[in-house]
């Protein structure tokens, strides 16, 4: 913990922080009220932002929630964002998905003590898509994100404004989060804690029992009998939706973590893991006036995502409950129809297969009590050989869910910082229902490896050299050391 005091609150930073940014914003993390429930308000941790320069609607406020502004970037835009820590312990901020300078990036070592500030300067290089950004201080990631502090960051570019998607009041947002809330309105957190429940709950992630959308139970919105865009993130820490329609309307998959895919594809779940998002349409054109349309999460066994230990789950809500997350009432009025194009996007050269590409195996296990990424726990300043990488280069991953000795294994979803890569094959686990509902053409920067399953995925590193993290995305196994750096070397012209 003593690493975060030493790292100055202002970092040199490499390239344009000289001149002006066109766009500049406050982000200031703090404690605060919300009134969630009827009765006592509930305490939370939240982001507030500002815009200092630019335009006016690089940021949105949910109002009435605990989530932080919606901030909207083009791409090409050089940001400046000014972090204020205005909690009383160590925090640091990272843009999940986004690929920055390593400095920009909000690795742990990088956390600044309450009351101080850190600068980030980076460029959007990212292509248009849903990303999202949340703390990530050493061993609190977990506890921080789920007191409140978390919200999307969307992207925008040429080619996507070309297709004029539904934006606008045509354009749903939903956080999905899962929270345990005490008698008295607050929320309960046992994770990272002491004794034998609180280990449990680390070793298999903390699971709520009311699922938040955009921080509200179960919220009823109403909408006319058009097409919408709806951009789902799933900020759980823990918990794994199969996400469905009540009326049986195929799930019409157009982007994943990285944007858009080349073409839409239609399922009949999708299966969104934490730290992943969805881009989808939903063609209520010809839906009766009047009618209802659900988001829900499908039930399914929660052998599916596995568990360790005996111990009975103690959240009223376990793993692959059935949820109704978000009720949607349909007008009389209508509005304008989506007509999907056969293309949505141009292939990404980054993401043609290379089969010369170095294989890297990344077995995940549990051994003593602990959750290891290729038999390491995190380290702070530490990246081994075979995580040393050139700039540009490319890689295979093999990300191997093996069982421990006693049988146990758990679904990993898990994340690259800075990348998005994309899904070779996987093997093991096709009977596992949480199957059916991948979507693995999408470029990605978080996959969901369901025990005894092998992903295999390709990837290609940045051009920022510098140390970024690999992890798991269920927080408390990042919190718990399922967590480790790669390192970017010198500049590789590829
Ligand atoms: Cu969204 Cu390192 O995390
Ligand atoms: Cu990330
Ligand atoms: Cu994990």
Not at 61 to 89: A, D, H, K, M
Not at 364 to 389: H, I, K, P, S, Y
Request: hydrophobic fraction near 40%.
């Amino acid at each position: 913990m003593g690493l975060a005091s030493l790292a100055p609150a202002l970092k040199p930073l490499s390239g344009f922080q000289t001149s002006s940014p066109d766009v500049e914003l406050e982000l200031t993390a703090a404690p605060g009220e919300v009134n969630l429930l009827p009765g006592a308000a509930t305490r939370v941790w939240r982001f507030t932002g500002r815009v200092l320069r630019g335009p006016a609607n690089s940021l949105e406020t949910n109002e009435g929630s605990y989530l932080g502004p919606v901030i909207r970037l083009r791409r090409g835009q050089r940001v400046r964002i000014r972090f204020r820590n205005r909690l009383n312990e160590p925090s640091i901020v990272h843009w999940h998905g986004l690929d920055v300078p390593d400095v920009a990036d909000g690795h742990p070592r990088l956390a600044v003590e309450g009351g101080r500030d850190y600068v980030y300067d980076f460029e959007v290089i990212n292509r248009a898509g849903t990303y999202w950004y949340h703390p990530h201080p050493h061993m609190r990631t977990g506890a921080q994100v789920y007191q409140g502090l978390a919200g999307l960051l969307l992207v925008s570019d040429a080619e996507e404004e070309a297709l004029g998607l539904p934006s606008g009041s045509g354009e749903l947002l939903c956080v999905l989060q899962d929270r345990r809330i005490d008698a008295r309105n607050q929320f309960e957190y046992a994770a990272g804690g002491m004794g034998m429940a609180a280990m449990m709950q680390t070793m298999n992630g903390w699971l709520g029992d009311t699922v938040l959308v955009n921080g509200r139970p179960l919220p009823v919105t109403g909408v006319d009998r058009r097409t919408y865009r709806v951009r789902i993130l799933n900020g759980s820490n823990a918990r794994i939706y199969k996400l469905a329609w009540s009326d049986g309307t195929p799930v019409t998959i157009i982007g994943g973590d990285g944007g858009l895919l080349e073409r839409a594809r239609t399922t009949r779940t999708l299966t969104l893991a934490p730290g992943q998002r969805a881009d989808v349409l939903l063609d209520l054109s010809a839906h009766a006036a009047g009618s209802t349309v659900e988001l829900r999460s499908l039930t399914y066994p929660a052998d599916a995502a596995g568990r360790v230990g005996m111990m009975a789950e103690t959240s009223r809500l376990p793993q692959g409950a059935a949820i109704t997350l978000m009720s949607m009432k349909v007008s009389g009025t209508v509005g304008a129809h989506f007509r999907l194009p056969d293309r949505l996007s141009a292939p990404v050269p980054l993401w043609a297969i290379r089969t010369d590409a170095p294989v890297r195996r990344v077995p995940l296990v549990f051994r003593q009590m602990n959750w290891l990424l290729a038999g390491r726990t995190f380290e702070m300043e530490t990246a081994a050989a075979d995580e040393t990488v050139a700039a540009g280069a490319t890689q295979v991953w093999e990300l191997v869910n093996e069982a421990n000795p006693m049988g146990m294994a758990m679904a990993h979803p898990i994340h690259l910082h800075g990348r998005q890569f994309r899904v070779l094959s996987r093997s093991g686990a096709e009977t596992n229902p949480l199957s059916e509902g991948f979507s693995d053409g999408a470029p990605t920067d978080t996959v969901l490896v369901l025990p005894g399953q092998t992903v295999r995925l390709q990837v290609t590193f940045s051009q920022y050299p510098g140390l970024y993290l690999y992890h798991c995305h269920i927080l408390e196994h990042e919190d718990m050391g399922m967590m480790r750096n790669f390192r970017i070397t010198g500049r590789r012209l590829s």
